[in-house]
């Protein structure tokens, strides 16, 4: 019997992978078994699946730090992402690990996000019983959310990676097994997560104006370089160097590079994150989307006018109304704050 192409894919992971990478053909299953692709690994499909799903093309529309930026070079959720899964595929490659399955969960591990930022997630955890996470809410886009309800059905391995990326000001290495996704590749997704956003947020700040290249903490530049390209090659060397050292134990990161980026994270939270002239903006944008909250769970009818929902998606519960407003754009949320609240002039024919 002719072997299929996938089938020939997964014995040359087997032969060539590093023996502690995740195996396609050894995946613990999706939530609902179906038929295997003839060209493509259960990893491999679930990449296609998550590039070619709406939540994800919404990310071009979502904001990294500045919102609504007018510049075209600032970033935007969805180049952060498409950044991540860069460095997340070199690492893996490197590292001997499974491409497919890193690059799966790093272009899943924000769709979930909120309009405007952390704001739009902040406000969220505030007003929703029980809180949000958006960790959380790109595990529920995948499984619940994606194709009218049915979700994606991904495998067990990039669903692990895609919840278990989330650190905010935690650990960059977290200590405690259970914050760690049970794969390498997710794992890499985790620090390649923060190895792009402390330097791309950087050079957007310094795009910005909000710091200057003397104000970065002279250690951070002594340690990782003084450019963008310079400090992502410093951290990813350092990560592959000392991780091949500490496989298949644990990844690992130089001590000297390791306090660099978490003072580096440090500044940008102090000088960049929550400073008045980005914060500013995040403290209306707040209004915003508790305003909508509030709309969707008193006046549904009204949003159905405005929006054109079916009747069936009503009334909203608090889930239904977290799930709407997480998966709005930034000018989706603007837009339809103006439609609801402000006035519209008068037009005489």
């Known amino acids: 019997m002719t ?42 499909r679930d990449r296609d699946r998550i590039i070619h799903c709406k939540a994800f093309r919404r990310l071009k529309h979502k904001t990294q730090v500045f919102l609504s930026p007018t510049g075209d070079h600032y970033r935007t959720r969805l180049t952060h992402t498409l950044e991540v899964s860069q460095i997340a595929r070199t690492v893996a490659r490197c590292l001997g690990l499974n491409e497919d399955l890193t690059e799966a969960g790093a272009l899943g591990h924000d769709l979930g996000h909120t309009p405007f930022g952390h ?33 994606l ?13 989330s650190k905010g000001k935690g650990e960059i290495l977290p200590q405690d097994p259970e914050e760690r996704s049970a794969t390498l590749e997710g794992q890499v997704v985790r620090i390649a997560d923060i190895i792009a956003y402390i330097s791309h947020d950087l050079d957007d700040a310094l795009r910005g104006g909000l710091i200057t290249d003397p104000e970065v903490p002279s250690y951070c530049r002594r340690v990782l370089g003084d450019r963008s390209s310079q400090r992502i090659n410093t951290m990813v060397t350092d990560l592959v160097e000392h991780s091949r050292e500490t496989l298949p134990r644990e990844l690992s990161l130089g001590p000297s590079v390791q306090q660099a980026m978490t003072t580096l994270r440090d500044f940008l939270y102090e000088r960049v994150y929550d400073i008045g002239r980005v ?6 944008a707040r209004k915003v989307i508790q305003e909508l909250y509030t709309a969707l769970m008193e006046s549904p009818e009204q949003i159905k006018s405005e929006t054109g929902l079916e009747l069936e998606t009503l009334p909203f519960n608090p889930q239904r109304a ?11 949320a603007l837009n339809l704050y103006e439609k ?10």
């Open 340 to 349: 609801i609240f402000l006035p519209k002039p008068w037009a005489i024919l």
């Open 322 to 332: 977290s799930d709407f407003i997480a998966g709005m754009t930034d000018r989706y």
């Open 3 to 44: 072997r299929t192409i996938r089938e020939t894919i997964e014995e040359r992971e087997r032969l060539y992978l590093s023996p502690w990478a995740a195996r396609s053909d050894e995946s613990r299953g999706r939530n609902r078994p179906e038929p295997e692709c003839a060209l493509r690994t259960a990893f491999q």
């Open 279 to 284: 914060h500013y903006d995040f403290i209306k």
């Open 119 to 151: 704001a739009g997630e902040e406000v969220l955890n505030d007003i929703v019983p029980g809180g949000f996470y958006h960790n959380l809410q790109s595990l529920r886009v995948v499984d619940e959310l994606e194709k009218g309800g049915k979700g």
């Open 153 to 165: 059905n991904l495998s067990w391995e990039v669903r692990d990676g895609i919840l278990k990326h």
